[in-house]
């Protein structure tokens, strides 16, 4: 019983990770809280639910889709709103947070007009095939979003450590001036940033579809404010911190509805994290140093 359950938090959470990566490759590289992250996410699953629903693309075809298409947002996002902020001399942070956040709204209402209020299923072919394993049951859909998950998850990890534009972009984040004086052409790794964070969150949107077999135009707000409670407990910025954070989280709500009552499954969940907090302020992966800049 609880094996199970830990599979399924863990599935779970491997979702939540991949939404708080978003956030957190662009607080690290711009320090601010993109409020419209959880919109792009609920965008990529919309997108993918077409794909697979009115042109009757395969799940693969849905994720390509949805990353494209959550990329194009973020490249406007990235051109109208955030670019031009940094360029004003003065703009505090806030002023780029305000404007997310009304991206933010006027994606959710462009959804709403696009695909309508109401709930709609994701269909997938291969929905009711599960395997057995002792007492364990999986289903095809979980072993498909976990992998998908924490393949990208690796290859995210690798990328950074090991690529020429992965280490340009931790030295960005580390300090954008010293990043520009020693020839990182930081522009084009900001814009690198917030595709990649926008294509992460389009493809959670499709797993996040696909495990909960529903997608919504609401869906990006509890699912973002998720994502950046994840980024607080994991340590804001840290890559590992997201990743672990989302796992936590996702093992919390599932233990939280099997062995609790679902109705406080956010609230127990949440509570968690302030317990963490209270005992590490800073996050599981955080330093204690302020942070940078």
Known sequence: MLTQQLINGLTLGSTYALVALGYTLIFGVLEIINMAHGEIFMFGAFVGLMTVLHYKGSLLMAIIAAIIATMLIGLLMEWIALRPLRRQKGASHLASLIS??????????LAHKLFGPETQPFPIPFTNVTYEVGSVRISLVQIIIFTIAVAVMIALQLWLGKTRYGRALRATAENIETAAILGVNTRRIILLTVL?????????????GMGFNAVTPTMGVSVGLKGLAIIILGGMGSVPGAMVGGLVLGVTEVLAVVYGDSAYRDAVAFGMIIVILLLRPQGIFGSKQPVRR
């Open 100 to 109: 997310t956040i009304g991206i933010s709204i006027f994606l959710e209402n």
């Open 196 to 208: 990649l964070a926008s294509a992460l969150g389009g493809l959670a949107g499709v797993l996040v």
